[in-house]
């Protein structure tokens, strides 16, 4: 590993931190209403907005209101990508004259990008014209991001206020994170993206003649734009196939640098945003250092894994599925961020990381994304934890276990089990059905305990909302498209759904003054305990899988053998 790959995650991490607080100050103040610098251009666009739709932004909801128009709004979008796939040969922007999708190719789409999910199981190039590109799979990306900081927000204003029934309004919450934050960094992004040489064209595919003189059919499209939301709206996928692995995606180390970068901007942010919402900063730090910590550690482990010696390739750093324009430590770091989060995005194949590098980001997912996680999904499922954590200390201090001064009872506790589990036993129920099923096994492109990564991963990535694949796995085929939209909608509202309970259980409560017997939940002792607890639970839930996939190939391939 040389010193430049070096201080190229020190840089990345340093500026992590930097960002943190300036834009989670600025995302504190867009959802308390205060005034802010951009305040002067897009509060009348915003005011503008609620007075076309109807929308009366000082009416606040409870949970149930919140919810129903939360999930209203999802199903709408599900409905409207859906009808776009399945009647995109009669659409205009279609200058290849793409055939309509598959229907279960279709419905497996539209809830992956409705639940933030990107999971694609086509090559974008040859499915999706432009219109559906745009139309569709780009708008998806603006909505489903706001969604899950609509959610977040939600949840904060819930554990904030002292007394109250309502936590918010989704309508205002959505306009908001869409037309204060994430349409603005889209924006520069993609224009510095497009001076990079990411492409932005409606031109037609070309025909060019290679230096062997054979003709090749280039894809071109309005690429700058939708990859600038989907990293940072954590959701992931691609305009073209081989993902940011194509240099019409990600041209350069700068283009390179800054799409991983976007990846954790805002999930990292909006942990300052949380702490400066329920009025303490360091509470908001504590689960940034949390978070910080488990990626780290993570990371760490991909890269000792990466660069110890194989003893089937007799080297070290093994460059095949690699990104080998920017390096192994460039694709490692890109395969923990995409992971972390709620992304999906690659630019090197998780398939051709050695058994150990390839576990890591898998259990990143198995985690529940946690680590930084998707843009407010993230930061809501943590939080989660923070929950347990604080009820597990509790019960060690044998007194009422009370976070932000307002006391966890059972109804919280219940639904933060239920929001841990339910995604685990997709993942789990849903491995343990492929791995008997033939159409499911059919579509492995490895044998033994490799195979069985792929499976986990598939499933893990669905009901994670992440998107990555490991890309040995033939996904487009009806089971797996089936199966794995059905746990893609699980694993998003299985969720969401038990936060809002949360919300508007903990908003109605009044906070008691801290006593002697109060546990700190702001310092380095409970940073130690959450990711205790959060990994406690992942190891106690997947560790026999894991130790049938990724932990048994490493042995295996320390005897040499591979599959």
Sequence with gaps: MSALELVQIALYVGLLIVCTPLLGGYMAKVFSGQRNFMSPVLTPIE????KVSGVNASQEMDWKTYAVAMLLFNLLGFLVLFVIQLVQGSLPLNPENLPNVPTALAFNTAISFMTNTNWQSYAGETTMSYFTQMVGLAVQNFVSAATGIAIVVALTRGLARRTGQTIGNFWVDLVRAILYILLPLSIILALILVSQGVVQTFASYKDVTTLTGEIQHLPLGPAASQIAIKQLGTNGGGFFNTNSAHPFENPTPLSNFLQMFAILMIPAALTYTYGVMVGAKRQGWVIFGAMLLLFMVGLITMLAAEYSHNPVYGVAGVMEGKETRFGVANSVLWAESTTVASNGSVNSMHDSLSPIAGMIPLFNIM??????????AGLYGMLIFVILTVFIAGLMVGRTPEYLGKKIEAR???MAILAVLLPNACILLGAGLASV???ALASRANMGPHGLSEILYAFSSAAGNNGSAFAGLNANVDFYNIALGIIMLI????????VLVIAGSMVSKRVSP?????????????VGLLVAVVLIVGALTFFPALSLGPIVEHYLMQAGRIF
């Design 437 to 439: 099923l033939d159409q």
């Design 491 to 498: 694993g998003r509202f299985g969720i969401i759904i038990p």
């Design 367 to 376: 985690l529940g994304e946690v680590i930084f996680g998707g843009v407010g």
């Design 47 to 50: 005011n503008g907005i609620y």
């Design 412 to 414: 919280e506790v219940k």
């Design 514 to 526: 801290p006593s002697p017997g109060t546990f700190p939940t702001d310092g380095g002792l409970f």
